[in-house]
């Protein structure tokens, strides 16, 4: 089991307080919650106790439940997750990790699926046709390996059934030789320092009911905060960087390498920019690996790259090639003559349409796979956009 720090902040004795409250008031507040439906768990260490809060239906109305137990029972409990969906519950165990290294060898296969944001039931669609799962959620995929580049939260309303599975499926990888990467995007980061621009409304009606700031329900006392907070902002496989956003010439000229740069985001995530040093600034900023655009949106708005600034950032990290979330495409495609690949696509959209959700890459090869199980070889374009 991993540390756990004590806490003596004032702060948080007073939270788990205002927790203990709401559990008891939940049956008179039933009518201001409507909206919030099922939800959680959300695991939270407060000294040696851990509290373990739930929003769940019960005869169409919702009530808050907190279970509050000792730490030491924490390592074998079987913890369950209601997806807000029609879809089946699953159990998870909390489970040991450290900071993620930020290469890796190549596997025999690699699945990858960019911003899902929420979407537990297309995820678990797609990782199901591509075997990386059965229909009880299990790890299928052996020592394969499977990729979420960026932007867990946001807009969806299955965000922590959909982080909880990641979880699960990061545990049982390693159990079985494969791994579950996650390479943090944008509203990623924006969740962990409380900006709920784009959060579904059910997740703002459970902050208010809970009277906490929503950052504090993925800080450093939470079991997801701590476990995000070891997830990589680059991935490289290989010959191939995965990054949400992108890399910018900007972030070349600063001369850092992926595990600097992995550190700092780790040190300052749920951090306000005025909290920031100017570098961490940089790299949270417009031009920095979550936001830019420029590899795949050719407006001048975005500083778009030469093709030798593109060559030069291949270069500098020593990769043939860059694969990108943020930006959404009809179809996976690669860009630049492949030396961009473009994975962030409508996931409800391509699913009614059958066109590419995910991308497979496997023997040295790059392929889409839709939900249907079809396997096309990955569409090559000039430029960002001339047919090749």
């Not at 919702?62 to 074998?76: A, C, G, M, V």
């Not at 990790?97 to 025999?108: I, N, T």
């Not at 590899?295 to 030798?308: D, E, M």
């Not at 950032?313 to 690669?334: N, Q, S």
């Amino acid at each position: 089991m991993k540390n756990i720090y004590s806490i003596s902040s004032i702060v948080l004795i007073l939270l788990y307080f205002e927790f203990k409250t709401v559990c008891e008031a939940a049956p008179q507040q039933e009518s201001s919650i409507q909206k919030v439906n099922n939800d959680g768990p959300y695991l939270i260490y407060i000294g040696n106790t851990v509290e373990l809060i739930t929003a769940k239906e019960v005869n169409n109305k919702h009530k808050i439940k907190i279970d509050s137990f000792n730490i030491q029972e924490l390592p074998e409990k079987m913890i369950k997750v209601k997806p807000n969906s029609k879809m089946s519950t699953f159990s998870f165990k909390v489970f040991s990790y450290k900071p993620e290294p930020a290469y890796f060898d190549k596997p025999e296969k690699l699945l990858v699926v960019s911003d899902i944001e929420g979407n537990f039931e297309d995820f678990t669609k797609i990782l199901r046709v591509a075997g990386v799962i059965n229909k009880k959620y299990e790890w299928t995929y052996g020592a394969n390996h499977l990729l979420i580049n960026g932007d867990l939260f946001d807009r969806g309303n299955d965000v922590t059934a959909f982080l909880w599975l990641c979880y699960k499926l990061d545990d049982e990888s390693r159990q079985n030789g494969g791994r579950v990467h996650i390479t943090l995007g944008n509203h990623d980061e924006m969740n962990m320092k409380g900006d709920t621009r784009y959060v579904d409304s059910k997740y703002l009606n459970l902050d208010s009911l809970l009277r906490i700031a929503h950052k504090k329900l993925f800080d450093e006392n939470t079991e997801i905060g701590r476990w995000l907070r070891t997830k990589n902002c680059i991935t490289i496989i290989d010959s191939t960087l995965f990054v949400h956003g992108g890399i910018s010439m900007d972030l070349i000229r600063q001369k850092l390498n992926p595990e600097q740069i992995n550190q700092i985001v780790r040190e300052n995530l749920g951090k306000e920019k005025s909290q920031m040093g100017k570098i961490p600034q940089f790299i949270f900023g417009a031009d920095g690996p979550f936001w830019y655009r420029g590899l795949i949106v050719n407006n001048a708005q975005y500083k778009p790259v030469t093709p030798q600034q593109l060559d030069s950032v291949l270069l500098y990290f020593g990769v043939k090639r860059v694969v990108l979330g943020h930006c959404i495409v009809p179809e996976i495609i690669g860009l630049h003559n492949g030396k961009v690949i473009a994975a962030d696509v409508d996931h409800y959209e391509n699913k009614k349409a059958k066109r590419s959700r995910a991308l497979l890459v496997t023997n040295n090869k790059f392929y889409t796979i839709n939900d249907e199980g079809k396997i096309k070889d990955l569409p090559i374009v000039k430029g960002f956009g001339e047919q090749h």
